[in-house]
């Protein structure tokens, strides 16, 4: 391939669970209100898995889709990344897991940890294996089953969160369309933020952990809003500055969906209507690295945005990460 290569998105896809858990199914597990939760995070609604499934059961449908979408064989596809922070096993991969069952027999794969932020990382780095051209075809993939892993007495977390994939072809793209920019940035001071204490190597699976709810998520609310913000603006602007946009030149502004106040914030720094701002966590809540394309690929198949159109890409999350990038597709 030419040094001059350019990798844009050629398909998307999602996997979410059919079944639905309400605001008002909440009420009756914590003590909580549809009200309470809709006026401080915009959620009504979240999609939850069911026993017995996995990340990579979603991911997998996500892919397949998005292969579909870009109508690119499974047996072209030269890596799968998988951005997750609830892999179906510590090792194999999630990301093998989807590679064996899809049949992208000479692509390498691997998980990614950035949590909230991990497509955007995912996307930075086959951006940059299709334009150094050392793969042509990446799917990149992002997916989480966050249920596993709240405290349904938990009410400041466990309103927050669902379940679901989403996943993107990218491919060798012609003239200016494309991945025109992208920022990456983290700040491990703050990994106290937002965290689960136990299950790793510092503090292994036992009882004791179980008991004391070490596995579930701990967040800082206020910490994290308070970041989430001024992230997401920072990442907006630089993003907008190496690629020559104006935030008017954005079609589609794809927020992580993380919480309705955080995502007017960001959007009223560059006066972006709301018209112009993809939501769907009223739907499906926060579903970590997912959310960004699950929602890019909800507002690309219902027509909203199309080929020519930019769109900016802007995420959070513990690490802390953050990050964002332009596309043209």
């Given amino acids: ?98 590679q064996e069952r899809l049949g992208l027999t000479k692509a390498s794969s691997f998980d990614l940890s950035a949590a909230c932020s991990g497509f955007l990382y995912g996307l930075s780095l086959g951006t940059a294996m299709i334009e150094a051209g050392r793969a042509k075809y990446v799917l990149v993939a992002a997916g989480d089953l966050l249920s596993r892993i709240v405290d349904y007495t938990d009410r400041s977390t466990c309103v927050l969160f669902g379940d679901g994939a ?81 935030p008017e030149d954005v079609a589609l502004y794809v927020p992580h969906q993380a919480n309705l106040r955080i995502i007017d914030a960001a959007r009223r720094r560059f006066h972006i209507p709301d018209e112009r701002v993809a939501l769907t966590l009223d739907k499906y809540g926060n579903t970590s690295a997912s959310s960004i394309v699950i929602a890019l690929d909800e507002y690309v198949r219902a027509g909203r945005v199309g080929p020519g159109d930019v769109v900016l890409l802007v995420g959070f999350g513990a690490g802390l990460t953050w990050g964002a990038a332009a596309v043209r597709l």
Avoid at 4 to 12: K, V, W
Avoid at 42 to 71: H, K, P
Avoid at 215 to 241: C, N, P, Y
């Fill in 1 to 98: 391939m030419s040094e001059r290569t350019r990798a844009g998105i050629l398909g998307t896809g999602s996997g979410l669970p059919k079944r639905v858990l309400s605001n008002f199914d909440l009420e009756k597990m914590v003590e909580t209100s549809d009200e309470w939760i809709v006026t401080r995070t915009g959620i009504r609604e979240r999609r939850i898995a069911e026993a017995g499934e996995a990340t990579s059961d979603y991911v997998a449908i996500a892919c397949e889709q998005a292969m579909t979408a870009a109508n690119v064989a499974a047996g072209d596809i030269d890596m799968l990344i998988c951005a997750t922070v609830t892999p179906d096993h510590a090792f194999p991969s999630t990301a093998n897991v989807v």
């Fill in 166 to 246: 989403g996943a993107v072809v990218l491919g060798p793209i012609e003239s200016d369309r494309g991945v025109l920019s992208v920022a990456l940035h983290s700040d491990g001071r703050g990994k106290d933020v937002l965290y689960v204490a136990a299950g790793g190597s510092r503090k292994p699976a036992s009882a004791e952990t179980v008991a004391n709810g070490e596995h579930f998520i701990r967040m800082s609310g206020r910490d994290t809003f308070k970041f989430a913000v001024q992230a997401m603006v920072s990442a907006t602007e630089e993003v907008l500055e190496s690629s020559g946009l104006q």
